[in-house]
Every structure is written in C-alpha cells, then in structure tokens.
C-alpha cells in the first residue's frame, strides 16, 4: 500500500524555495525550521498524523512515495539540493528501520514530457 504525492521541481531553484515547496505540497506545520534536520523531523512522522508534521501521511503499513517531476533537470539544476533529497529520504528510512518500524518514504524520478 502507497500514497503519493507530486512534487513540482520546476519551483525548486535553491534552498528557500525548496523548502516553500515542501511545506507547501507536505503540510508541514506553521514552526517548521526550513532546514534539512527540520524536513527529516517531519518526514519521518510521515506515518504518524497524531504527530501534525505532515499534512500528507503514508498509509498504516505503507509508504508515501514523493514523486520528483522531472528530476534528471533538478539534479542538473541544483546537484545539492537533489543530492540531499536522496540522501534524507535514506536517513529517514534508516531511522524508522533502526527504531524497529517499516520504512515509510519512497522516491519515484518522473520526467516530464
């Protein structure tokens, strides 16, 4: 089981807009940091609405899965920012399989056409 979520990459075109479009596409709460600690903090309560870091949640037992459009440009366009998307959705995943719990994010590389 799966729920995703578009990410329109287009808007991302360094960290302050990064972090306007998660916000904005993940519900994150009015608090949060716009930082990548903050986003991992979020997103690993993806499974956890009681927690009110997200506004999207992954479904009991399944995964959220981001769906990156156009992500080869993205990485093109913005290699660190693309690289720590990679890279905290990994951390994200490790910390829940460390506390004993599924993974619960995925990433899908779509292009646009």
């Known amino acids: 089981m799966h729920n995703s979520i578009e990410i329109d ?7 302050k807009s990064f972090h306007a ?3 904005s ?3 994150f709460p009015d608090f949060y940091g716009q930082n990548m600690d903050a986003w991992i903090d979020c997103m690993t309560s993806l499974d956890d609405p009681a927690d009110g870091m997200t506004a999207e949640h992954a479904p009991p037992g399944g995964i959220l899965v981001l769906k990156l459009s156009d992500a080869s440009d993205l990485a093109s366009r913005c290699p660190e920012i693309y690289a720590a998307i990679v890279e ?3 951390f994200v995943n490790y910390r829940k399989i460390e506390a004993g719990e599924p993974a619960v994010l995925a990433l899908s590389f779509n292009k646009n056409t």
């Open 88 to 90: 905290c959705s990994a």
């Open 9 to 15: 990459t287009d808007l991302i075109t360094d960290w």
């Open 21 to 23: 479009t998660f916000s």
């Open 25 to 27: 596409a993940m519900g």
